[in-house]
């Protein structure tokens, strides 16, 4: 069982930037990615790497402002959040090891979210 720990959610204002950050126990399988949800909505798609690096998906409500990357190791990976904007605001889960496509809500291993709260 592979667990993900995340880490950097908090409050900032509109136009500000965080740096997100998770970490897995184990080596995990294809991709990470990062997923999002807000209340009352459902939990969405918003980037995903592959183990290379050299596949990455971007929502197209993040595209421009958002920077997913990992490590060396494929062990932990990183969203950038800059431009942040009030309907970021959700709590932000990471995962790992999709069944099937990178942006599909399909992974096996799933962290515990960390909140991102953007005031307007």
């Known amino acids: 069982q592979v667990q993900l720990v995340e880490s950097g959610g908090g409050l900032v204002q509109a136009g500000g930037s965080l740096r997100l950050s998770c970490t897995a126990s184990?080596?995990?399988?294809?991709?990470m990615a990062w997923f999002r949800q807000a209340p009352g909505k459902e939990r969405e798609f918003v980037a995903a790497?592959?183990?290379?690096?050299?596949?990455?998906l971007y929502a197209d409500s993040v595209k421009g402002r958002f920077t997913i990357s990992n490590d060396n190791a494929k062990t932990s990976v990183s969203l950038q959040m800059n431009s942040l904007k009030f309907e970021d605001t959700a709590v932000y889960f990471c995962?790992?090891?999709?069944?099937?496509?990178?942006?599909?809500?399909?992974?096996?291993?799933w962290g515990q979210g960390t909140q991102v709260t953007v005031s307007s």
């Open positions: 790497i592959s183990w290379s690096g050299a596949n990455i």
């Open positions: 184990a080596r995990t399988g294809r991709a």
């Open positions: 995962a790992a090891y999709p069944r099937k496509n990178f942006d599909d809500i399909n992974y096996l291993y």
